[in-house]
């Protein structure tokens, strides 16, 4: 149950239990006062009435005269006769009770009903031996107290309702401060920093506001503070990439005009020439991911979409690096709207690492909608398989490759902007397989650059 | 063969390589350091193809790129760095032939540059092809259009011809890049758009309704002969 209905119900509760106590109390107090009172004026007249009788020598005139006393019936016995006001009452209407009291010469009462309607019938013996019973009629007293107990019932049932109503309107009225932060947690944890809750008076919950907004702003000023040393960073790395490009673009040329002399080289020049030469192409290769890293970064890649043969794309990719007698082709007929480029970048990292780290067998299977890059070398162990796509993740510290590092988080990088999924499997000592999804369903937009 | 390249280029040891390599494959090259001193050179005349970088002192590549195209059909390699994939666009709409970007291997350079002036000379294939009011003279290296000759570079001249000896067929982008640039393996699509581009605007009478070289979409592009 929730703390709103909870407030509510108790509220009213409450409530009510004291309406129905307080109300109960007065109703029994007044009835029991009502009905005492009756019975005291009740008897005071029946003194009255036998006091009269001995000056009657006539019972039946006697009846009569009580008719103009009051607002009561009269039966009276004397020897074996009975004399009645009224018909509505008879000797039989007396409860047998009442009558032994007075048979024992005393006064006495009791309350009785007669075809419905309701008596105090009071008997006593008058001196010249005529037995008198009044019957005073309580129809009313009886209505007043209904009426009474009705007006209490309703008053306790506003009450309840009263009550309730006003636990609703506390429960909200306290409560909505807790659901308005509990939104604010919840927008704040879905990334929208900058909400802050509304500080109203000086409460438990202005304070606890005030607190939300204290973490709220601390969680924003750190994260910003992190995204701005990241972009810092990255804008320093594509600076340094960019920087890099002259001299390296020197050095290449330079390290080409040298491969073509080599042999012209005295022995002793010869072999540092041609570590120079593979080492600038290291250099070069770095270089280029790192820019290529950079523009992911910046966002700043964009898709040239047409159809491609995935076959001959992977053909063509694997004879221009003179891989042809390493690796093994298989499947054909796969046939994708998508960034030739990209896909070629894709296919070439992941056969370079598993040339590099894979052993002696490499291939790539062309699916329906996949590509497959396997190899039978020594695998991954499963705490390093998550880390693979990361920038410069090494799974063996000791073990320093030909590669860049970032060979797979550049594949990764453009398996996701042509809208695929690159995912490894490996189980060690069996080799390791990367899979490339690519999307079937929705073609890339085309990267058609003609208005005509 | 001793075509004459004027390279520009401000960075002292890319020019003096790049001088080196366009050397060695035969070629008479004239290096220079900044833009004006390049626009300044190649009005003095003799210079075949002009490979230019795009940032430059004093006057910007695209600026020199935009004052030779103004009155001289030569062609124009660009250097450009890849990540700024704007300047390629720029300089392909400028009217530049081919690019090659930074970092390069001197060997493509090279390569890119013989590629352009294989195209710039006569064919010397093939008798004139005269269709939809087009006349083209492989020899003469010229083409008409209502006996008006057309001021097309060499790229331009390439891709007409290339459209025009087969009309109707329609070329996809990369046999387009075969055929016209050299290119046997992922070249740039956008070297096609733009120099179609640029040859509309000087051979239709509409470019922007284009009646001749008709866009196919999703495949490539084909001469329309007419009916």
């Known amino acids: 149950m929730t703390l709103r209905r909870r407030l509510t119900l108790v509220l009213a509760l409450a409530v ?100 419905g309607d309701r008596f105090l019938v009071t008997g006593a013996p008058a001196a010249n031996g005529t037995k008198l019973y009044f019957f005073f009629p309580e129809n009313g007293l009886r209505h007043e107290l209904s009426v009474l107990r009705n007006v209490l019932l309703g008053g306790v049932g506003i009450l309840v309702l009263l009550a309730a109503l006003a636990g609703v309107v506390l429960a909200r009225s306290t409560l909505r401060p807790v659901a308005r932060a509990s939104t604010a947690a919840r927008s704040l944890a879905e990334g929208l920093l900058e909400t802050r809750l509304p500080v109203e008076g000086r409460d438990e919950f202005g304070v606890w506001a005030q607190s939300f907004n204290e973490m709220a702003a601390a969680l924003e000023a750190k994260i910003g503070e992190l995204q701005a040393a990241q972009a810092r960073e990255r ?218 | 063969m001793d075509e004459h390249v004027l390279l520009v280029e401000d960075d002292p040891s890319i020019r003096e390589v790049a001088t080196l390599g366009l050397e060695q494959s035969g070629l008479r090259v004239t290096a220079v350091g900044d833009g004006r001193e390049g626009l300044d050179r190649f009005r003095q005349g003799g210079v075949d193809l002009v490979v230019l970088d795009v940032m430059l002192p004093s006057l910007g590549g695209f600026e020199v790129l935009r004052e030779i195209r103004h009155d001289s059909q030569v062609p124009i390699v660009m250097l450009t760095a890849r990540s700024e994939l704007h300047d390629v666009v720029v300089g392909l709409e400028l009217g530049a032939d081919d690019y090659v970007t930074k970092p390069f291997e001197l060997p493509e350079l090279v390569a890119r540059v013989k590629a352009v002036l294989r195209r710039a000379a006569p064919a010397g294939d093939g008798a004139t092809i005269n269709v939809a009011g087009v006349e083209i003279d492989p020899d003469g290296f010229t083409a008409r259009k209502r006996g008006e000759e057309l001021q097309l570079t060499a790229t331009e001249f390439r891709l007409l011809l290339e459209l025009a000896r087969r009309p109707k067929q329609v070329f996809t982008r990369e046999l387009l890049l075969e055929l016209v640039w050299s290119y046997d393996y992922l070249g740039d699509s956008r070297l096609v758009d733009a120099a179609v581009q640029r040859l509309r605007a000087k051979l239709e009478d509409d470019p922007k309704q284009p009646v001749l070289i008709k866009t196919v979409r999703g495949v490539g592009y084909r001469f329309n002969a007419g009916s």
């Open chain 1, 16 to 115: 009510g239990l004291t309406g129905i106590a307080l109300g109960a109390g007065s109703y029994f107090l007044v009835r029991h006062n009502l009905l005492s009172d009756s019975v005291d004026s009740s008897i005071v007249q029946t003194r009255r009435n036998v006091a009269v009788a001995p000056a009657y020598r006539d019972t039946g005139k006697l009846v009569d005269a009580y008719k103009s006393r009051g607002d009561f019936l009269t039966v009276a016995t004397r020897g074996g006769d009975t004399f009645l006001s009224s018909a509505s009452v008879s000797l039989r209407s007396v409860p047998a009770g009442l009558r032994d009291v007075v048979g024992r010469g005393e006064l006495g009462y009791q309350r009785t009903t007669v075809a």
């Open chain 1, 235 to 452: 804008r320093f790395t594509a600076d340094v990439a960019h920087e890099l490009r002259t001299p390296l673009t020197a050095l290449m040329g330079e390290a080409s005009l040298l491969a073509g002399h080599l042999d012209q080289m005295p022995p002793e020049s010869r072999r540092p020439a041609e570590l120079l030469i593979a080492d600038v192409g290291r250099l070069r290769k770095l270089v280029e991911d790192l820019m290529e890293i950079s523009r992911f970064d910046a966002g700043a890649e964009s898709v040239h979409a047409e159809e491609v043969d995935v076959a001959a794309l992977v053909g063509a990719t694997v004879r221009a690096r003179g891989w042809d007698d390493r690796v093994r082709l298989e499947g054909d007929g796969l046939r994708v709207t998508s960034d030739p480029r990209r896909l070629e970048r894709i296919v070439a990292n992941l056969v370079d690492n598993a040339l590099e780290h894979g052993g002696s067998s490499v291939s790539v299977r062309i699916g329906e909608h996949e590509i497959e890059v396997t190899d039978d070398g020594p695998g991954i162990p499963s705490e390093h398989l998550a880390h693979v796509f990361e920038r410069f993740y090494k799974a063996d510290a000791s073990r320093s490759g030909g590669g860049t590092g970032l060979g797979l988080a550049i594949a990764r990088e453009n398996a996701i902007l042509l809208g695929g999924e690159l995912e490894v499997v490996s189980e060690p000592g069996q080799g390791t397989r990367f899979t490339l999804q690519l999307p079937v369903a929705e073609p890339l937009h085309h990267g058609d650059g003609d208005v005509a």
